[in-house]
C-alpha cells in the first residue's frame, strides 16, 4: 500500500484473500475493505478513512478498524468520526473493544461547534453517553466543564467549545465492547464528531 488505498467491493480486491485470513471479511459482497500495514512513528501517525455511497449514493454506513498485530507495540491510539448526526436511531455511533488483561483509560469527546469555522450545519450542542456491550450506560455528559472538568484537562485534549462534551473513564478488557453515543441537546441536528483517545 502507498500514500493511499481504496476499494469497491471487497471480493474485486486484489488483496481478497488476505481480507478472508484476517477473519473479519465483510459478509457482503458489496460492501468494502483495506488491508494496510500503517507505518508508526514516535510522535503518531495520522490515518483517514473515508466511506462514500458509490455512485454517488446514500445511506447508512460503518467503518471499522482492527488492529490485526497486536504483537507489535504500535497501537490505536486515537478513533474519530464525523457524521450528520439526526434523531431518533440516526444518531452518531463509535464502537471500540478493549482486548487483552490491562484496563484502558480513556477520553471520549463530542465535538461539534469547533467544527463551525470549517463545515456548514456544525451541531450546536452535542451530548455524549458511554454505553457497554450490554446497552447500560456507563457514563454522560453535555457541556464538559459540568462535569469532571479537572480530570478532562488533565488530559491535554479538552473540547475547544463548553458546549462540547467529554467523558474520562477507564475501560475494563479481556474484550469488553463499548458505544459512544452522541446526540444533539433538545433533538438538534448537524454535524458531530465522536473521538476515543487512548490515555495510556
Known amino acids: 500500500m502507498g500514500a493511499s488505498d481504496s476499494n469497491d467491493n471487497w471480493q474485486d480486491s486484489p488483496n481478497k484473500q488476505a481480507i478472508i485470513d484476517t477473519g473479519v471479511a465483510p459478509t457482503n459482497d458489496l460492501e468494502s475493505a483495506i488491508v494496510a500495514t500503517l ?66 483509560k480513556v477520553i471520549v469527546r ?16 452535542p451530548t455524549l453517553e458511554l454505553h457497554d456491550g450490554n446497552g447500560g450506560v456507563l457514563a454522560s455528559n453535555d457541556n464538559w466543564r459540568s462535569d469532571q472538568q479537572d480530570e478532562i484537562i488533565a488530559t491535554g485534549v479538552a473540547p475547544t467549545d463548553d458546549l462540547e462534551s467529554a467523558i474520562v473513564t477507564t475501560l475494563p478488557a479481556n ?26
Do not use: C, H, W
Open 39 to 104: 507505518p508508526a512513528s514516535p510522535g503518531g501517525t495520522n490515518y483517514t478513512a473515508i466511506v462514500r455511497g458509490a455512485n454517488n449514493g446514500t445511506g447508512i454506513g460503518v467503518v471499522q478498524v482492527f488492529d490485526l498485530d497486536r504483537t507489535v507495540d504500535s497501537k490505536l491510539a486515537n478513533i474519530s468520526t464525523r457524521s450528520l448526526v439526526q434523531t431518533g436511531d440516526n444518531v452518531l455511533f463509535a464502537g471500540t473493544i478493549v482486548l487483552g488483561d490491562t484496563a484502558q
Open 110 to 125: 463530542a465535538i461539534g461547534p469547533s467544527l463551525a469555522s470549517f463545515v456548514s450545519g456544525a451541531m450546536a450542542d
Open 175 to 200: 474484550g469488553a465492547q463499548y458505544t459512544a453515543i452522541v446526540r444533539g441537546a433538545g433533538n438538534t441536528t448537524g454535524i458531530a464528531v465522536v473521538e476515543v483517545f487512548a490515555l495510556q
